[in-house]
């Protein structure tokens, strides 16, 4: 099976359990707490069956297939657990950047935010919808915690896993941070960058799942170790080419207005290398784009001619193929620790990462 079929069939095998587990979650809410609750909860339910590639889910099955495990139904619901985290992360990540969209529809406080307004209850809509999508976020967090608990394995192997994803989530939340005072300071350090890409995405999104599908297995600390360093390259790629989506990309496409990230303000090496390569007159314009909540369409077309004709565009691009090649060879290096089938699916997938358009 190629790459792509392969992504879809774990794919297809997720977004089942999801459903499966999404309509127990919707009827049990609504018979234990009522309306108010099971409403709220339906809106983490939206946004975790929005879909995306699964990629931390599917990531979490190779893993633990690469390293001889063969309990489907297992990994699958493990897989279920690490996407509704996702859909934790995502919601929380679209208050903190003020985002409207998410996969072409409405993020879920702006979600909650309307369902406020539509029963014309008391207060402000915008806070009660930050509120309530937080409490929806943080809920499906906790019951993802409930399900890698009930993983039918050994207890120690769950314990190791969901350590794993702790501090996984741990490095991530620094990341997170980080992220946001990048955006708060006139020029961050390209090692302020450089964390973002591997304590943000990095760890999250490939070291972790991984791991999660090693453990699982019954791989010890040599697997996990000689993952590492395909992992981390292989993240750095991934958002360095999120970024690169995030300002050239096709609305479409990905499911969110590209000018979100000069609006927000976010500073990524484009930005960096811009800034270094550009004149005076030009830098100050981008500057003053950066963070401005009013940004045109006609100023945001300025500020992609001047992130592109900088070379900042190129510099990324090539960034983003030292790290596919740095993966490709610590991959080469463990290769037959691991089944062909497992290493096949990764290094197909760190190639794809180049020509990604969502």
């Known amino acids: 099976m190629d790459f792509k079929a392969q992504l879809q069939a774990y794919k297809t095998v997720i977004d089942q359990d999801i459903a499966t587990y999404a309509q127990h979650v919707a009827s049990s809410t609504n018979a234990q707490y009522g309306a108010y609750p099971s409403d709220v909860t339906s809106v983490f339910l939206d946004v975790l069956g929005r879909g995306g590639k699964r990629i931390r ?9 690469m390293c001889g495990g063969q309990d489907q139904q297992m990994i699958v619901r493990a897989a279920t657990a690490l996407e509704m985290i996702n859909a934790y992360i995502l919601m929380v990540d679209d208050v903190q950047d003020r985002s409207v ?6 993020t879920a406080h702006e979600m909650l935010a309307d369902y406020h307004r539509d029963r014309q209850l008391k207060g ?7 509120s309530l999508a937080l409490n929806a976020a943080l809920a499906g967090s906790h019951a993802a915690q409930m399900l890698l608990a009930g993983l039918s394995v050994d207890a120690e192997l769950r314990v190791k896993a969901i350590g794993i994803i702790n501090l996984a ?7 997170q941070t980080q992220d946001i005072m990048n955006e708060l300071v006139d020029r961050p350090s390209l090692d302020d960058l450089e964390h973002v890409l591997e304590w943000k995405t990095a760890y999250y999104t490939f070291l ?4 999660v599908g090693m453990v699982l297995a019954g791989a010890g600390c040599e697997d ?3 993952i590492r360093d395909y992992a981390l390259h292989t ?5 360095i080419t999120d970024d690169i989506i995030g300002v050239f990309g096709d609305d479409k496409q990905t499911g969110k207005n590209a000018m979100d990230d000069i609006r927000e303000g976010k500073q990524t090496l484009l930005t960096d290398y811009a800034f270094d390569h550009i004149t005076d007159d030009d830098a100050a314009f981008l500057r003053a784009m950066l963070g401005n909540e009013s940004l045109t369409t006609d100023e945001f077309a300025r500020c992609k001619t001047i992130i592109e004709s900088s070379g900042a565009l190129d510099n990324a691009r090539e960034a983003a193929r030292h790290h596919i090649r740095t993966a490709l ?11 062909p089938a497992g290493v096949g699916f990764l290094r197909d997938l760190a190639g794809s990462l180049l020509d990604r358009s969502a």
């Open 224 to 226: 996990t170790d000689a």
């Open 124 to 130: 402000d809509a915008a806070h009660t919808g930050v």
């Open 101 to 106: 969209m998410r996969r072409g529809k409405a």
């Open 235 to 239: 993240g750095r790629a991934f958002q």
């Open 329 to 339: 060879t610590a991959l080469d290096t463990h290769a037959e620790r691991w089944s």
């Open 208 to 211: 972790n799942p991984l791991c």
């Open 57 to 65: 889910g599917a990531l979490a099955m190779v893993g633990y297939e």
């Open 169 to 175: 989530m741990v490095v991530t939340a620094h990341g």
